[in-house]
């Protein structure tokens, strides 16, 4: 089967950098995504990794290590916006994609 | 213009009823989905239809009935319903390509009392 596993919740400071981490195990692979939601909102696309490596998107990162199973999502420059649940999620070949249960990130002035 | 749209946003019923929530997509995608998030925000898929063919029916009471009358509309039908199913749902389309990319509509927030 497949299952996903992130913290339950982070806490940063305004400004700073926080990483959220994400741990996989799934028989096919084909890719790792994170998603953002905001409360009372739907959940919106951040980003992908197919390969191994770093993906840059303005001041959000994700990264994958396909060898460890295990990826993470960089932010940079918190901003009170960024308050909000992340979640890893892993795309199947069959339409599916598989979600973890999201990380709370609550951001301190 | 709206990508993925669903009506109504809230719904408040009492148990035992039956309600409907519909969804339409403006994207051209072939694939639609239904999940439900529950109050610990766990997002789980329920169904996957693609070019209106039911494609992906998770273990889900068979009180709930997708129905797709075309490529861009999937609605949800839920008979009898039970406090359990208060939840926001959601609908979502994707392109159908490697990243499988899930555009999500608003969410319906189901109150059952």
């Known amino acids: 089967g497949q299952s996903l596993e992130q913290p339950s919740e982070v806490t940063a400071v305004e400004g700073a950098i926080v990483q959220i981490n994400c741990t996989y195990q799934t028989s096919g692979f084909y890719g790792l995504s994170w998603y953002q939601q905001h409360d009372g909102g739907a959940p919106t696309f951040l980003s992908y990794?197919?390969?191994?490596g770093l993906e840059e998107t303005g001041r959000f990162s994700s990264f994958l290590s396909r060898s460890d199973s295990y990826g993470y999502l960089l932010l940079q420059e918190l901003q009170m916006k960024d308050s909000a649940s992340y979640f890893c999620a892993l795309p199947r070949g069959d339409d599916k994609i598989i979600f973890g249960k999201g990380t709370r990130l609550h951001i301190l002035p | 213009d709206t990508a993925v749209s669903q009506t109504p946003k809230y719904l408040v019923t009492q148990m035992g009823n039956d309600k409907s929530i519909k969804c339409e997509q403006n994207l051209g995608h072939d694939t639609m989905y239904w999940y439900k998030q529950d109050s610990k925000k766990f997002l789980k898929i329920m169904f996957s239809?693609?070019?209106?063919?039911?494609?992906i029916n998770e273990t889900v009471p068979n009180r709930f009935s997708p129905k797709s009358p075309d490529k861009a509309h999937l609605n949800l039908h839920i008979n009898s319903l039970e406090l359990g199913d208060s939840a926001v749902y959601f609908c979502?389309?994707?392109?159908?390509?490697?990243?499988?990319?899930?555009?999500f509509g608003p969410g319906t927030r189901l109150t059952v009392l």
């Open positions: 979502a389309s994707s392109r159908g390509d490697e990243f499988n990319e899930q555009f």
């Open positions: 239809y693609n070019n209106k063919e039911l494609i």
């Open positions: 990794n197919g390969l191994d």
